[in-house]
């Protein structure tokens, strides 16, 4: 498995994650349009010129699921039993198609599971940047882990 056990965590470690992702007006726009998000500030580029941006957001949302998306690989592939849930999910700058985004995460806690004895929570906190290093998205999220093999 690509993706770490519980027993593989500890509070402070950190991931700068390789994976990087140009966002493109067509993941903005398949994003909203598959998520029924019609909002014209992501859709409409004539409506977000006269917005203080002066051109579309890419989808908040989309932003969220990409960064815990670019995680993955290195942390949770195949040994996530499941996502518990996230919360401080902040998104201090906007994002706009042709942003760059890497990510970065730091594990804030783990902790046995008291329900599953072949499993534990991890708690990660996931920051995405664009290409000027400027944070773009951040979010706590907690994952129930599996434990290794016997």
Same mark, same amino acid.
């Given at each position: 498995? /690509?993706?770490?056990?519980?027993?593989?965590?500890?509070? =402070?470690?950190?991931?700068?994650?390789?994976?990087? @992702?140009?966002?493109?007006?067509?993941?903005?726009?398949?994003?909203?349009?598959?998520?029924?998000?019609?909002?014209?500030?992501?859709?409409?580029?004539?409506?977000? /010129?006269?917005?203080?941006?002066?051109?579309?957001?890419?989808?908040?949302?989309?932003?969220?699921?990409?960064?815990? =998306?670019?995680? +993955?690989?290195?942390?949770?592939?195949?040994?996530? +039993?499941?996502?518990?849930?996230?919360?401080? +999910?902040?998104?201090?700058?906007?994002?706009?198609? =042709?942003?760059?985004?890497?990510? @970065?995460?730091?594990?804030?806690?783990?902790?046995?599971?008291?329900?599953?004895?072949? /499993? =534990?929570?991890?708690?990660?906190?996931?920051?995405?940047?664009?290409?000027?290093?400027?944070?773009?998205?951040?979010?706590? @999220?907690?994952?129930?882990?599996?434990? @290794?093999?016997?």
């Amino acid at each position: 498995m /690509a993706g770490l056990y519980y027993e593989q965590f500890s509070p =402070g470690q950190a991931f700068e994650h390789a994976w990087t @992702r140009t966002l493109t007006e067509m993941d903005n726009v398949l994003f909203s349009s598959l998520t029924m998000n019609v909002q014209p500030l992501h859709l409409d580029a004539h409506f977000a /010129a006269q917005t203080e941006f002066g051109k579309p957001l890419v989808n908040s949302l989309f932003t969220l699921g990409l960064l815990i =998306g670019m995680t +993955v690989n290195d942390t949770t592939l195949g040994t996530t +039993v499941a996502n518990l849930g996230m919360t401080d +999910v902040n998104f201090p700058k906007p994002v706009f198609a =042709g942003d760059t985004l890497h990510v @970065r995460t730091r594990v804030l806690s783990v902790r046995e599971s008291k329900s599953r004895p072949n /499993a =534990g929570i991890v708690e990660f906190e996931h920051t995405a940047l664009n290409h000027r290093d400027e944070v773009v998205a951040t979010c706590k @999220r907690s994952a129930l882990m599996r434990k @290794r093999p016997a």
